[in-house]
């Protein structure tokens, strides 16, 4: 890890005795996926520091890695010299049976590649669900979304799943690193349409989104540099599924790209990128909207305390050389981070709602692909973001529609119903929120009997706080089933709380 100063006033620590349950809940939700009344509590009695580097030290937490053999990886590929010589010979002779079974065979072969995305899809949100890795998960969905590449261009799906990996690889690790992978990265020149790029038509596209969305922002280049990079990248395409640099393709003259000059190639053209200080200011803004608020990716007068929070996050990147452990360290120990105007501000996206239901509810997984179907209604397909632009995120994620679905899908965690009957297997696999209330009753027995107690504890586990006008509709409801909150009344009252407003919130 890159040695670096001390830091400055705007990532001033939080005291470690300001560190206690309110603090550990922001903390897990916003690094990973909310957690359970006892791992927030283990989480405030370990204190500040401990608990970041835990979230942070991905690699001291055991797991299964992922295995190559996950998926199929030879669905989509190149046709063999056998296939081609049919097809040729078929061609010549005009024999459309021969045509008809080689088109067929392609069509199957593409059929079976849609069916492993969606496998991919359960796959992938299981491991968010299961993971003791939260925060290792949450950047590899960071990545996935901010380098925006889908499938329904791609039409491959080992691709898509070789392009995950990368970024659960890179996830907290060296930012110019992965955007030295990234241009050899078959998913994304293929997205990018590098792969049709050469000396004599070189293709702008993956050298400007290099740039603009990727790693500069919009107005920090010009058109020239743009030319200049697709220069710098020609040759950089793919075999199969593997990254090949075709020397004939590549253009060997002089170039100036940001400032940098010479016979440039692609690693050229990220070292330029990365000696710009906007590189390290436009990332440490995109970390800033993920992880703290929603603010413009142009920074705004409006808004000084959050300007200058990311611009002190910019100059530790580039003191830890682009490192990400240090500016995530500081990031989430700061004082800034844990303020009132942050937390409970942040509008969950819908992988956060459902994964975070499932680790801080300790809901029942249920079937998956119900789970995937909901995640697209609410406007994030996993491995099929609408550009290459990624998801907008914050307020975009709330309207009509998603916020009925968000209803929805709440209920089917919780209950087992559908929008036409239930799933079959909720009659066997019912939620249990008795272990919500473990660390609540262990410390006051009594507490079962106190609905005011329950009420007050569930709000502040699931929303962070107890506003009076829910905690008085609650206290009316528990009041009115019974002296004891167990059981179904005890799901009923999470199902209600789930639905509130603010639970969209963290």
């Known amino acids: 890890m890159a040695t670096v100063r001390s830091l400055s006033r705007e990532l001033t620590p939080l005291p470690a005795s300001r560190f206690g349950y309110a603090e550990a809940r922001h903390l897990l939700w916003r690094a990973g996926f909310g957690g359970t009344p006892e791992q927030i509590q283990t989480l405030a009695g370990w204190g500040l520091d401990r608990s970041v580097d835990y979230l942070i030290e991905v690699e001291k937490v055991t797991t299964e890695p992922v295995r190559e053999d996950e998926f199929q990886s030879d669905i989509i590929r190149p046709a063999t010299e056998e296939e081609r010589m049919a097809y040729r010979r078929a061609r010549a002779s005009q024999d459309e049976n021969v045509l008809a079974r080689l088109r067929a065979e392609q069509q199957r072969r593409e059929r079976m590649d849609r069916q492993q995305i969606a496998e991919m899809q359960r796959w992938w949100l299981r491991r968010m669900i299961e993971t003791p890795k939260p925060l290792e998960e949450k950047m590899t969905l960071f990545w996935h979304g901010h380098f925006a590449t889908s499938f329904r261009k791609i039409e491959d799906s080992w691709m898509m799943f070789r392009q995950n990996q990368l970024f659960r690889t890179h996830a907290l690790g060296n930012v110019g690193d992965l955007l030295f992978q990234i241009i050899r990265d078959p998913a994304m020149i293929k997205y990018l349409d590098n792969d049709r790029s050469n000396a004599e038509h070189p293709n702008e596209n993956l050298a400007r989104e290099l740039m603009e969305l990727f790693s500069l922002g919009e107005g920090n280049y010009s058109e020239q540099d743009i030319k200049e990079g697709a220069r710098a990248l020609t040759g950089y395409t793919f075999e199969d599924d593997e990254f090949r640099f075709v020397d004939r393709n590549h253009d060997k003259g002089s170039k100036r790209i940001l400032g940098a000059s010479g016979r440039l190639d692609g690693d050229d053209f990220v070292r330029a990128i990365l000696a710009q200080r906007n590189c390290a200011q436009f990332i440490c803004r995109k970390l800033y909207r993920y992880f703290v608020a929603d603010v413009p990716l ?75 179907d909901a995640l697209d209604l609410m406007g994030q397909d996993l491995f099929f973001p609408p550009s290459v632009k990624g998801w907008d995120g914050g307020r975009s994620w709330i309207n009509t529609s998603t916020l009925f679905v968000r209803q929805n899908i709440m209920s089917y965690l919780l209950t087992g119903r559908m929008p036409q009957g239930y799933d079959p297997s909720a009659r066997e696999v019912r939620y249990d929120g008795e272990p919500l209330l473990a660390s609540l009753i262990s410390a006051d027995p009594d507490a079962r009997t106190n609905h005011d107690r329950i009420v007050e504890f569930l709000l502040r586990f699931t929303i962070g706080h107890a506003p009076s006008h829910a905690k008085a509709e609650l206290d009316a409801f528990v009041a009115g089933h019974g002296e004891r909150v167990s059981g179904d009344v005890l799901t009923a009252l999470v199902l209600l709380i789930t639905a509130m407003p603010e639970y969209q919130l963290t």
């Open 298 to 372: 142009v920074e705004d007068a409006s808004q000084p305390d959050a300007n200058a929070f990311i611009r002190e996050l910019a100059s530790l990147m580039l003191r830890a050389r682009y490192d990400l452990r240090p500016v995530i360290r500081a990031m989430f120990r700061s004082e800034h981070f844990y303020g009132a105007t942050v937390r409970n501000q942040q509008i969950k996206s819908p992988a956060q709602l459902m994964v975070g239901a499932v680790r801080s509810l300790l809901t029942p997984t249920r079937d998956l692909a119900v789970l995937n």
